[in-house]
């Protein structure tokens, strides 16, 4: 397991989430990641993100599913895009966005079931984009990639309760290892011109 810890040193703000390997340094003051065992954390430059955004490309085309491009702006305070670099190389990359005046993505085909979460001690985060190389064997570098996400979730953007849109065929693992429980019903996402259902947790009850 990878130890989680705050870094002021990253180029992001003060007290995000990085995981580490064992004697990894942190990233450089001018937003690169150095090449290092593991690494998981913010995408913080445009370098980083075009990076998580080829990934995506790669995995979901291989998938047959449409790729749609991000319409979040580097910086946006309400979005964060994570990577998971080992030995300087992208294994793996999620995003995660903030409930705000703009929605959700998930609000396109479950508004109704949003809104039901809704009031004002909710904030909710979205968990979207996630996509793994299939050269990656390493279960415990996604789970250290959920588990920074999740953290960044509830310390940075203030989460109560986390969503995310999954394909059918994965809401056992969501839901067994995860602690997701089912709150919409299938649907067609023309996102990504797949199947999708809607899963919903409070961030306390995160089980990886």
């Known amino acids: 397991m990878y130890n989680v810890i705050y870094s002021a040193g990253t180029p992001a703000a003060k007290g995000i989430p990085v995981a ?3 004697h990894a340094p942190l990233a450089t003051s001018h937003g690169h990641w150095p090449d290092q065992e593991l690494l998981i954390g913010p995408a913080t430059s445009f370098q980083q993100h075009r990076a998580c955004n080829a990934l ?3 995995m979901y085309e291989a998938q047959g599913y449409k790729v749609s491009v991000s319409q979040r702006r580097l910086g946006d ?14 294994q793996a990359t999620i995003s995660v966005s903030r409930d705000s005046r703009n929605g959700l993505a998930a609000d396109t085909l479950y508004r109704e079931e949003l809104d039901t979460l809704r009031n004002p001690s909710t904030v909710l985060c979205e968990f979207t984009r996630l996509a793994v190389d299939t050269a990656c064997k390493d279960l415990e570098l996604i789970r250290s990639l959920f588990r920074a996400a999740h953290q960044y979730a509830r310390t940075i953007f203030g989460g109560t309760d986390a969503v995310i849109e999954v394909n059918p065929r994965h809401v056992g693992y969501y839901c067994r290892l995860m602690g997701f429980k089912q709150l919409g019903n299938e649907r067609q996402c023309k996102r ?15 089980l990886i």
């Open 77 to 90: 305070p309400d979005h964060v895009t994570f990577g998971a670099w080992q030995n300087g190389e992208l």
């Open 56 to 58: 995506i490309r790669r």
């Open 20 to 22: 580490l390997g064992h």
């Open 192 to 206: 990504v011109e797949a199947p999708a259902v809607l899963l919903h947790r409070r961030h306390a009850s995160l």
